[in-house]
């Protein structure tokens, strides 16, 4: 986990309420992806960066909004949180894109997100 | 779609031997395959990286063989130890994005 940090840690909302988390790197990474795992489903993309302002899709994208204003910072929005969205959220970071040399992943501890 | 396949049910190994953990992939031509190791509670952690063109990656204890025709990927540890006990993932990726399995829980038996 050196070198990534979430928050906040566990939060506890209610349906239909804005929730954002945070995703801090130290290592100057250009790429960045928000993840969520939920048994029985694995780990799913949910958003990914490809450097500052530049992001695109995953599988599960549906609900959810990010930024990168900053190398270091990438920011998950849920919009309006639903109970389907209870899930621990996963942040990671790589040096380079999937295909290249380098582009093991780095994840975060993650964020445990009830949505009651 | 792509689909990834790991051994849905836990594996449960005597400690000593080597556990083989298997990942089959459909509809997907990755140029490279990872496999993670996840503690409860905590975030994947990457162990070895196989390239298309590699047949078998090796590193310390652990040995990864990648099979392009077979559309597989075997995933072996060796002298196995209850320390090894967690949940291994699969990632074939190409381009921008990596693909997780849902993963493989391990058991060292002592």
């Known amino acids: 986990d050196a070198g990534i940090t979430q928050s906040p840690r566990h939060k506890v909302t209610e349906t239909g309420t804005p929730v954002t988390l945070r995703c801090h790197q130290t290592e100057n990474h250009r790429y960045m992806y928000w993840y969520r795992q939920d048994p029985g489903h694995g780990l799913r993309l949910i958003h990914y960066s490809y450097g500052v302002k530049d992001t695109d899709k995953g599988e599960v994208s549906d609900g959810y909004s990010v930024s990168r204003s900053k190398t270091e910072d990438f920011l998950l929005t849920l919009e309006s949180a639903t109970s389907s969205q209870t899930s621990v959220y996963f942040c990671a970071i790589s040096e380079s894109r999937a295909s290249g040399d380098h582009n093991e992943q780095f994840f975060g501890p993650g964020t445990r997100l009830t949505v009651l | 779609s792509q689909k990834i396949e790991q051994n849905s049910e836990a594996l449960n190994i005597q400690e000593g031997k080597t556990a083989t953990l298997t990942c089959n992939y459909t509809?997907?031509?990755?140029?490279?395959l990872q496999w993670y190791r996840q503690d409860p509670g905590r975030g994947p952690v990457f162990l070895l990286l196989?390239?298309?063109?590699?047949k078998e990656k090796r590193k310390e204890r652990l040995k990864v063989t990648f099979d392009t025709t077979l559309k597989q990927s075997l995933f072996h540890i060796t002298a196995s130890q209850p320390a090894d006990s967690a949940t291994y993932l699969c990632a074939p990726n190409r381009d921008d994005k990596i693909i997780f399995g849902k993963g493989t829980r391990l058991h060292i038996l002592p």
């Open positions: 509809n997907y031509s990755p140029a490279y």
């Open positions: 196989i390239r298309e063109n590699e």
